[in-house]
């Protein structure tokens, strides 16, 4: 059964960068993948997937979108979220998902705080 992981987390002051990290027990491939986040007092909402990374469409919250960008490598069983220009709303328990078919897993979730 897939197992993710996510890391990268931590403080960082607004107009700041963060990677996100997910890294898999498998290939990821033929899961859609996405990156979701949980902000204080908030639902879990999405924000950025890629339906494959067998090179299949990515989709960004409109809020995020110009700001961060989703990627993954196969090879490494890694999914990856840069984060640029952050932003305090952003701040959150981010959280990585894969689905396949009926069957979704996610990660523990860490979190994010953007600060001065």
């Known amino acids: 059964q897939l197992q993710v992981a996510e890391s990268g987390g931590g403080l960082v002051q607004p107009g700041g960068s963060l990677t996100r990290t997910c890294t898999a027990t498998q290939r990821l491939e033929y899961f859609a993948v996405g990156w979701f986040r949980q902000g204080p007092g908030k639902e879990r909402d999405g924000v950025s997937c890629?339906?494959?990374?067998?090179?299949?469409?990515?989709n960004y919250a409109d809020s995020v979108k110009g700001r961060f960008t989703i990627s993954g490598d196969n090879a490494k069983h890694t999914l990856y979220l840069q984060m640029n220009s952050l932003k305090p709303e952003d701040t959150g328990t981010y959280y990585c998902?894969?689905?396949?078919?009926?069957?979704?897993?996610w990660g523990q979730g860490t979190q994010v705080t953007v600060s001065s």
């Open positions: 998902g894969a689905k396949w078919g009926p069957s979704s897993y």
């Open positions: 890629i339906s494959s990374l067998r090179g299949e469409s990515t």
